[in-house]
Structures are given as structure tokens and as C-alpha cells.
């Protein structure tokens, strides 16, 4: 079973001049028991305690509120695999530990995980670094290989399809949401295999 993380969402009560905050926080919490379909701009108005034109005022439409949760949940998306890295102690163990925090950020918070990478960059735009969890792909990509576009670029798509591929078969229940198998395929032993007498 998968270690279930607790999100951190702000918990911001609205004061003049705070709503859109409250209102992404609001959205984010709906998040966690429903799916992005189901977001409503009214329903949040309602949450928050305003009128729905006061939320017209902040987001013109619901693509636009969406687009701002999915900016939200893929830097809380990029902290987690941040602190993971972090308690891994950097290097190849770090960059292991990136790609299990993203799987179980996905598991234990599919609807942010999905309007996340629907909002994160796409493949092709990588080097461009806009968000924390691209920044530490592109970074561990480059210090593990020559440094060159090419490798940091097959190293950075490498990482996240297998990441990304994982989450997916765990979220669709093509695989059990298992700790083990989380640990077992995304593990720098077997991803980065050192040849028949190679020093560590």
C-alpha cells in the first residue's frame, strides 16, 4: 500500500483583497475529492462566500481557474519531489527519489496530478525550465550525463516516461498502488546499472 503524503494547502480565510487566493485554495480542496469536470465557479463563489461576480473579477471562466489550480498543483507537485531529493541526500539517490515522490504524489492526489501535467510544460519544451519539477529533472539530467542538449534532453524524457508511466498504470488500476513496486522500478540500481566491475 502507498504511503499516503498529507497536502499542504494554505489555509487562507478570505479577506479584502485575498479572494483569488481563497479561491485557488478553495478549488485545490475540491480537487482532492472530485475531478477538475466538476469545478464550478459558482460552487466556489459559494464555498468562499462571495458572489459569483466577485470571482468573474479574478477568473473570466472556468479554463482560466483551472489553468491557475493547474499552475498550483504542479509547484506543490515540484516541492514534494523537492523535499524527497532533499532527504535523499542529492545525486543518483536524489534523482531516484524525484521520480518515487512523483508517483505517489500521483496516487495520493490524482485529481491535482492530472490537472498538473495537463497544465505542466510540454515534452518539447523541457530546457525551458518553467516550474520547480522541471527544474530538478533538467538539473539531475545534466549532472548525471555529459552535460550535452542531447543527453540531458533523452535522460530528462527517459525519467519522466518511466515516472509518468508508472503513475498512469497505478492510477488507471493497471498495477496496485504498491510501495515496493514504486521502490523496485524506479530505482537507481537498476536504472543506472554500473558495468561488471565498476567502482561505486
Known sequence: MVTVSTLKLDKRTY?????????????????????????SLRE?????????????????????????LGCE?????????????????????GFGATGRAYVRFALSHPGLFRLAIAHGPA????????????RLLVAYAAELTDGSPEAVRRLSLQAWSVAHGLAMLMLDGR??????????????????????????
Open 15 to 39: 479577506h479584502h483583497g485575498d479572494l483569488r487566493a481563497a479561491l485557488i485554495d478553495a478549488g485545490l480542496a475540491g480537487l482532492e475529492s472530485t475531478g477538475p469536470e466538476r469545478i
Open 44 to 68: 466556489l463563489a459559494r464555498t468562499v462566500g462571495v458572489s459569483p461576480t466577485a470571482v468573474y473579477r479574478h477568473f473570466p471562466d472556468k479554463q482560466a481557474l483551472l489553468a491557475a
Open 73 to 93: 498543483a504542479l509547484r506543490m507537485l515540484g516541492e514534494a519531489q523537492r523535499e524527497a531529493s532533499e532527504r535523499a541526500g542529492g545525486g543518483i539517490e
Open 123 to 134: 515534452a518539447v519544451d523541457l530546457a525551458s525550465e518553467d516550474d520547480e519539477a522541471s
Open 175 to 200: 498495477l496496485p498502488p504498491d510501495d515496493a513496486i514504486i521502490d523496485e522500478v524506479i530505482s537507481e540500481r537498476t536504472l543506472f546499472p554500473r558495468p561488471p566491475g565498476a567502482s561505486p
